[in-house]
């Protein structure tokens, strides 16, 4: 902390400054890589960051194991070869793996339940980071409770690795639902179902308050889980996400270079469905990733940490 | 007849600056509408035009692909004033060197010759806060929002708006503004002011 | 409402006013009573004010089929013959009735779990009412959710009816235990622990932050259900208890009027001892109501609207 | 040599006015200690005595009962400064009548010959926050929390500190206040500040 | 026992001198090794004392059969290769195994869940031994049990062989609850709470008393198990541990001299982020053990002589 | 203006000195301060230093990583008074051998230029209690508590403080002093004591 001025003082790491970091990601595309050459593909493609692991989602789910942060050399070295802003994953629960991460630079901190909770009670206390930080949410009620520990941005869980998109569209669906449900309440100005419906999300009442107020989310909400395809990303958009996360759909398909710019395409210019076309006519469907129908599945990522 | 202010909506927080023109607007009680614009065809109907926050590498080429990137152009050297907001600010000048990662070849709209350091007051965890004034436009302690902010190291035929530990954060050629701060962040609506009133201006 | 003033506005119904109320009962006894002549009995007892009912508890229990409201014609009499503070029963969620004591002018109202239930799930928001509302509650958690809703004033709930103390001591040491545990935890300064705490609760993050603050219930606290002699009311108070609730204690025991004046003044002089003594020997043990055992009851009052 | 300021407790609020009493001592920066007092033995010891708000009758009951009505009334005949609140006001007086109840015979300490009236404002709906001023002590527009509060109707020689509507609220007989408010529940020190000063004189 | 001197006598084996030794090893980090080699690495890494084992816990649990104490000849090679003190397993309730270990000069015995019991029912009375003795726990309950048998020093058992130190956390934020939980009894001056606890605890109402008095461990407490990262060791050592026990999570990755070497770096700078996110440098993720996810275990070591 | 006295806390047994140290410190009735210290920063600030028991060569290495073994020479070498503790003696000394490993090189401070060895009662098994006595700075009868404890076999020109069996366990060289006994695990203070008067005389 060296700086000379006139006469006043800096201020770091407030929720202005977290928070004005995810609305620059706003109507952009985050891709998981993990080597520098997939990074600058990423870059290339047009996104507008990158997230950092040593497996990709669906081999996670294959290796079995205990999956942790990725190794910190790998961070730095996507951290000098890219200029977009580069995030990394860290365990549930794992205060020292954030501390960690904050130390290496990374401008976000994704408090995953992709990787092996430390944790499954305790989620980190994130106003105590410096860091942005952000978490996963299959509902409102998630939503708001990673809220309360200082998240400054949300994302669907989805289903990872899977390719399938129905899971997170079921659960973006189901915050636009709630959101609707205590905003028609608050407006009814009945307090009983609203301090009702605070306990059934065991938040505080304020919180519900603001939000049904606001309308939407008081933090930027991206789509993640299962995206795929062009038509996936674009849909989910319309839905009224700020933006998309992709995992294995990128670059386990066999055309991971078209298929990350077609994604990207597809973003940006979601209500022109004739670029969405064009995006769309990139992909070959017999190169995409074989999916997994949720029904069978054994392992259900979406479910850790959920209790708490 | 009232005048039209576009905001470039490609990529990057677009509804913090609608929302601060509008608050603005309303402020001065001009008479002016606010445009969220992305098209070619959209961007050649306004009177000025404000490329927010986000990623530069990003706003450049998408913008590029649609072909927005033309008309921005050809309206600028006709005269359009325009806001560039740090990523902005990025492509408004002609080259650009990253404080680690040195040299990028990114697509830029290249009118401003000046030299830039892109997060040259290091990564988000160095993002900050602090007053800042541009006395030569009669703003004085405004509270400057820096997230992964670039700096101009040398300037050319350029007037200097304000400075921060020795580093350029401000400029004006024309009717081209850069900033490496994000006004609309914050509650201060003074530089949006100002800017409404530049469209004024170049209109009549 | 009519007043003639110089040139500012008087406030009512603030929360200062309420609590304020519940402030002037402190270290007192308030009695259960059914006709005018118990009213004046329980006034010259020295309790500091009288709780109005058709059937006291332990006959309540005994009738069986529905429970509602005492009659209106009733409640205006003893208004008229006591000085004292004068409180009633409404069924749990019945805003109606509530309105309608409203409507006679008492001086506080009780959301009851003595009578039968109207809506178990939604208890009344009180925050809209003028007079202030007491609730029951068996742990820190029932509490905190009451005072949420606008509880000006809050005490156990025993076992109503049954004369046997003990579930009153359980209650209250629950509560202390469970204020012990976050106050503990607040000085330690670990927010993780914290808001999961208040998670368990089901209430918002910063009236557990206060509480644990202060040490203690925001609002006045008062044991009631199954007090039936003075080393009873003693005890109690000496868990730190701010006052005593009697209900079928006193006027279904043969020797009312002793019973009343003793436990008044072993609720005064409890930490001495040789008074509580002195008032143990003004009654007489075969007079006491005959209790019941709590672990046979069929009908367990206390359940009622537990799970809201 | 310290002065000990002593609050009744048999019946009421007392740990308001403990906490008042402290916060105003530590503001006139003096030499003061605060003690909950109950026994005879223990209210013999004081310089000075507050009388909490709570229900008259109670406390009227109880303090005959232990005794500590005997010694309450020598060191008041001794000069000893007291403050009554509400209940403890209606203690003080040597008559009191209830608005719907009419005459009542409750033990008092009748020190002070006015016709009181309780419950003069109704019953606990009516309760209410005003303004009020004390000119006669140097205090303006304090803010007075009503609450069941009795009126003095008629007043024989006492000297009238504050009225509301008309109806006496506050007395002043020499070093014996009354008010049928609470100070104790607001965050204004005035009234107790005044009185620690009153029990510094009346020591030295 | 030759001596000569002017006119006293000298003590042996007092609980001075044992726990004494534990406390030269505090902000340190303990190894197990099996050979000459990987000893003389862990020394040059900076750890404290070296543990010797015939098969590091992971292997231990893939072989099966009856795992006993390493053998003699190995230990005295190590003890004559390194100048940092030297630790040996023996089999829970195995008094000769100890008897031989303290015949062969250890500085330290570990009285192990890894190995085959001999008898769950008795853990051996170590009040008898010259030797100082560690011992595992997995709460307050289990570390006092064994303090009470002479232990000089604790540490928490976690899972071994995993490489998830999920349990570890589960286990020092276990201790540390009921540390305070006794301690605010014991403020509290609730003598009839204490004597409670002590009870559940099945330990004598003294040490209860003491421990609560003090506010911690009356012996030093390490942590122990599935402990793989340089992050890990750090946390752990911010929820306040001792030191750091690391089994198979070093010598079983690819790249252990560094791994040695960061972890303990992390260990001693645990409260400096940034040494510490150098020494996560150090490690790269895909060298690392693949761990066990303890939910699927078969084999759960933890519970060996858990109701003793 | 009170002293501060720094325990070096790189790893050991920190909290048993800081107790000691403040325990004499309220005997002496002094004005000092105890401080754990850690980073050059730190030391540099401190009056004395503790080395305290534990592994000498992780000591070593640890505060050769974080430079803080640099200062320490420094301060040494400008006359800051040291007392090392068993660990610490060996690291303040120029050379050490192991009974059973012979020859170590870990990095040391070598201040004293003594030749010691390492484990010389043996291992852990022969740790014990004895009685010794420093006359010639008036201790008589000290409970030292001897644990894997070096022992110095041949002693440069410094003043030998004790003995035991023949061994030189305890010396002074100007503002150095040096035990392989830790008089912070007995209830006896005197060697604190000494230490502390030695912080200040070299104060002032």
Redesign the interface.
């Known amino acids: 902390i060296s700086e000379k001025s006139e006469s006043s003082d800096v201020i770091r790491g407030s929720s202005t400054l977290k928070r004005g970091f995810a609305h620059m990601l706003k109507n952009g595309v985050v891709m998981d890589v993990t080597t520098v050459e997939q990074a600058q593909i990423a870059e290339e493609a047009g996104a507008v960051s990158v997230m950092v692991l040593d497996k990709l989602p669906s081999d996670v789910r294959k290796a079995g194991g205990v999956a942790r942060t990725a190794s910190i050399r790998i961070i730095e070295d996507i951290m000098d070869s890219v200029t977009i802003p580069v995030m990394a994953k860290c365990r549930i629960g794992h205060v020292n793996e954030a501390l960690v991460l904050q130390e290496t630079d990374v401008d976000m901190i994704d408090e995953s339940e992709v990787l092996t909770p430390a944790d499954e009670l305790r989620h980190i206390w994130k106003w105590d980071l410096t860091t942005p930080v952000v978490n996963g949410a299959r509902s409102l009620a998630e939503a708001l409770r990673r809220v309360e520990e200082g998240a400054a941005m949300i994302r669907t869980k989805g289903e990872p690795g899977t390719g399938n998109v129905a899971e997170a569209i079921t659960h973006i669906k189901k915050v636009n639902d709630e959101l609707r449900a205590i905003k028609s309440i608050y407006d009814s100005g009945d307090n009983q179902d609203l301090v009702r419906m605070s306990r059934e999300f065991k938040v505080s009442y304020d919180i519900v308050e603001q939000t049904a107020k606001l309308g939407r989310l008081p933090v930027v909400n991206f789509a993640a889980g299962g995206i795929a395809t062009p038509a996936d990303a674009a849909y989910l958009m319309s839905l009224g996400c700020d933006g998309i996360f992709v995992g294995s759909g990128i670059f386990n398909a066999n055309d991971a270079p078209e298929r990350a710019r077609a994604i990207v395409l597809a973003t940006t210019f979601w209500d022109e469905t004739d670029k969405v076309k064009e995006a769309q006519k990139m992909i070959d469907e017999r190169q995409s990733m074989l999916g997994l129908d949720v029904k069978t599945l054994e392992l259900r990522m979406q479910d850790r940490g959920g209790s708490a | 007849m009232s005048a039209k202010i576009g905001i470039l909506?490609?990529?990057?927080?677009?509804?913090?600056n609608a929302s601060s023109l509008i608050a603005s607007i309303a402020d001065l009680n001009e008479d002016a509408t606010v445009h969220v614009v992305?098209?070619p065809e959209e961007i050649s109907q306004m009177d000025g035009l404000v490329i927010p926050?986000?990623?530069s590498?990003?706003i450049g080429?998408?913008s590029l692909?649609?072909g927005s990137q033309k008309i921005i152009k050809q309206k600028v050297e006709s005269g359009m004033p325009v806001l560039g907001i740090c990523?902005g600010m990025i492509l408004l000048s002609n080259n650009a060197s990253?404080k680690?990662?040195g040299k990028?070849e990114?697509p830029l709209f290249d009118f401003l010759d000046i030299e830039l350091e892109?997060?040259s007051f290091?990564?988000?965890?160095?993002?900050?806060?602090?007053?800042i004034s541009m006395d030569s436009i009669g703003i004085s302690?405004f509270n400057g929002?820096f997230?992964?902010a670039p700096a101009i190291s040398s300037a050319g035929d350029v007037e200097v708006l304000a400075k921060?530990?020795e580093k350029i954060v401000a400029i004006k050629k024309g009717n081209i503004i850069g900033t490496s701060f994000?006004p609309e962040?914050?509650e201060d609506l003074a530089v949006h002011k100002y800017f409404v009133n530049l469209v004024k201006d170049s209109k009549n």
């Open positions: 909506s490609v990529q990057g927080d677009v509804a913090e992305k098209t926050g986000g990623e590498t990003t080429q998408m692909v649609n990523a990253d680690v990662v990028t990114q892109r997060n290091g990564r988000q965890r160095e993002s900050f806060e602090a007053n302690n929002v997230i992964r921060f530990n994000h962040l914050t």
